[in-house]
């Protein structure tokens, strides 16, 4: 896998997953696949790229904390996107614990790969 960080891409507000509806019918009827500290939900989209959503659990941290775990769902999520079959809505769901860039990241691939969801 290459770990150029110049070639992570952009996050377009298409492949943001916005409305709540969306979100429940991911709880509700997408697969699950979990490790400690995260939970990832996914399921078929029918469309040519990924729909993502970063939400947290209640309780987690101050305003802060919440903003600053996002940022680096979000940037992971960026980092291996071109590594990552298309066509799936994802949440990315973590819990408050050691949070970092590098942990994101590494929880983001594993969780990915017992997803499925990484290329070959």
């Excluded at 990315?92 to 050691?98: A, D, H, K, Q, T």
């Amino acid at each position: 896998m290459d770990t150029d960080l110049n070639k992570t891409g952009c996050f377009k507000r298409s492949e943001h997953i916005k409305h709540p509806a969306d979100i429940q019918n991911l709880f509700k009827k997408g697969k699950k696949v979990s490790i400690y500290g995260a939970k990832m939900f996914y399921i078929e989209n029918n469309l040519s790229y990924n729909r993502i959503g970063f939400p947290l659990p209640r309780g987690y941290g101050n305003a802060i904390e919440r903003n600053k775990s996002k940022r680096y769902s979000r940037e992971s999520y960026r980092f291996f996107k071109s590594h990552l079959n298309t066509g799936f809505d994802i949440l990315l769901l973590v819990f408050p614990g050691n949070d970092s860039f590098l942990s994101r990241c590494e929880q983001f691939k594993t969780l990915c790969k017992k997803a499925g969801l990484l290329k070959e």
